[in-house]
Nanobody, 120 residues
Framework: QVQLVESGGGLVQAGGSLRLSCAASGRTFSRLTMGWFRQPPGKEREFVAGISWIPGRLDYADSVKGRFTISRDNAKNTVDLRMNSLKPEDTAVYYC?????????????WGQGTQVTVSS
């Protein structure tokens, strides 16, 4: 079973940047598709970004394209989410996710989440 631990959340002003990181253990990281989801207050969890174990396969939600960047380091077993030009509507609990499917949209394990709050 995969274990995921997120870090890097916090409070930031609108227009600012944050970097989230997720450390994975328990399975061969280089064969895991990794992603980020978020759950805004009072809303359902939604897909943010994903990176397949197949090189070059990335996917982003339309709402974050051009502002967020997902990357992975197979040597460190980590996946990062760099968030720039943050908006108040980006406020949410952000969850790291892992899956064995090659698609960056399908996952079956989630971390505990980390809070991101963007003030206006």
């Amino acid at each position: 079973q995969v274990q995921l631990v997120e870090s890097g959340g916090g409070l930031v002003q609108a227009g600012g940047s944050l970097r989230l990181s997720c450390a994975a253990s328990g399975r061969t990281f280089s064969r895991l598709t990794m992603g980020w989801f978020r759950q805004p207050p009072g809303k359902e969890r939604e897909f943010v970004a994903g990176i397949s174990w197949i090189p070059g396969r990335l996917d982003y939600a339309d709402s974050v394209k051009g502002r967020f960047t997902i990357s992975r380091d197979n040597a460190k077993n980590t996946v990062d989410l760099r968030m720039n030009s943050l908006k108040p509507e980006d406020t949410a609990v952000y969850y790291c996710a892992a899956g064995s499917d090659s698609s960056p949209r399908y996952y079956d394990v989630w971390g505990q989440g980390t809070q991101v709050t963007v003030s206006s």
